[in-house]
């Protein structure tokens, strides 16, 4: 009978020593949160280890290049917690996003345990402003010289011109040359065309090959679009 005893005391052993493992919990596995794009989502999951045994961290992945994920520690003693801190990068998220980080572990029963971020986009309210390139600015850029007299360009001149009237280009062109650029289109205007074509003519004499000479001068651009652009000292 004693004998019988001791058997049923060491199976009892034994049963209690086989369930014995680690065993992973998540405080929260699932974290949402809404945001502007291009905003960084951080939070910190508590991973403990609710086992009998040791728990080992043999891995943590992320579900993309925009998540990151991190741990002071991999090893978890019974009763131990960690935190794992999971940033997102929301730059070009819309809408409703899920992404995840992957926590597998020792725990024979659940082996990995799949934390989640849902990040919700909220629509902004702010103006989308378009950007240009300096290659692309170049393209479309161009030098407005308004060649008539300084009293006529304080009158009414096209936006973004500059006054340098002809008498300069006639008696001063020395000095001019070398600031006006080479490599994109130099448009020149006055009132008719005249004046403009006068110095038009000299600057292509003189080698700048990428002159403009604008047909009919200011009025023609009143006379097809009213005072539009037209700017007063």
Not at 48 to 53: A, F, I, K, Q
Not at 152 to 159: D, M, P, Q, R, S
Not at 195 to 218: K, M
Request: glycine share 6%.
């Amino acid at each position: 009978m004693k004998r019988f005893a001791v058997l049923l005391c060491a199976l009892g052993l034994f049963g209690v020593a086989a369930v014995a493992a680690p065993m992973i919990s998540v405080d929260n596995s699932i974290y949402s949160v809404t945001v502007q794009s291009g905003s960084l989502v951080s939070h910190s999951f508590v991973v403990t280890n609710v086992g009998d045994e040791p728990l080992n961290i043999t891995d943590v992945r992320t579900s993309c290049g925009c998540t990151t994920a991190a741990l002071s520690k991999r090893d978890l003693a019974p009763g131990e917690s960690v935190n794992v801190e999971a940033t997102v990068n929301t730059t070009g998220f819309r809408g409703t996003v899920t992404r995840t980080v992957s926590v597998t572990t020792n725990d024979p029963s659940s082996p990995t345990a799949v934390l989640q971020i849902v990040v919700t986009i909220a629509e902004s309210t702010a103006p989308i402003i378009q950007e240009i390139s300096v290659t692309d600015l170049k393209l479309v850029f161009y030098f407005l010289i308004d060649v008539r007299t300084a009293e006529e360009y304080a009158a009414g001149h096209l936006f973004g011109a500059m006054n340098i009237p002809l008498s300069e280009f006639q008696t001063n062109l020395a000095s001019w040359l070398p600031r006006l650029p080479r490599e994109v289109p130099i448009i020149l205007y006055c009132l008719a065309g005249a004046r403009s074509l006068q110095a038009a003519t000299i600057l292509v004499e003189a080698g700048l090959a990428n002159v403009l000479d604008l047909t009919g001068g200011i009025t023609a651009w009143n006379n097809a679009f009213g005072a539009g652009y037209l700017f007063a000292l």
